[in-house]
């Protein structure tokens, strides 16, 4: 069993790294798509990854259109705050891509109209957020997966 975690254009190296360590705890694989906001040499983003980062199956993407290119066969989900079924509606399988979007302004507006029947959200239930932080919100969403993969 594993799930794909992909990041399209990921801007802080703090929540990257804490991403990639829960990707290594949950026995996913981490996509990257860039550009990103950091170099991967940056020090914060091996400080949240600690040491771990160099046992991850990763795979870096040029851009978002070559990781379409290259995975455009692949069962994809879509994370977006502009969802309008939850989480918990996602039918989770096998070598699924979960996919989110840049902390700043999440995912491209043409994605989540080209992929509305894919997009899902975490339910929020406060007025005063908009979105969870990027690393908690995949944390949500890669262990509801393990849990229903698991059942």
């Known amino acids: 069993m594993a799930l794909n975690i992909v990041l399209f254009e990921p801007e802080i190296p703090n929540n990257t790294g804490n991403i990639g360590r829960l990707t290594l705890a949950s026995g996913s694989k981490l996509h990257l798509v860039k550009p990103f906001g950091f170099e991967l040499s940056n020090s914060r983003l091996k400080r949240a990854g600690l040491d771990y980062w160099q046992h991850l199956d990763v795979t870096i993407y040029e851009s978002i259109e070559d990781f379409f290119r290259i995975q455009h066969d692949k069962n994809f ?75």
């Open 77 to 151: 989900v879509f994370l977006s705050s502009h969802g309008t079924k939850s989480h918990w509606e996602i039918s989770f399988k096998d070598d699924m891509f979960l996919i989110f979007g840049k902390e700043s302004v999440g995912l491209p507006k043409q994605l989540i109209e080209d992929y509305k029947n894919h997009l899902y959200k975490i339910p929020l239930y406060s007025d005063h957020i908009r979105s969870l932080n990027l690393a908690n919100a995949v944390s949500v969403v890669i262990y509801e997966g393990i849990r229903q993969l698991n059942n």
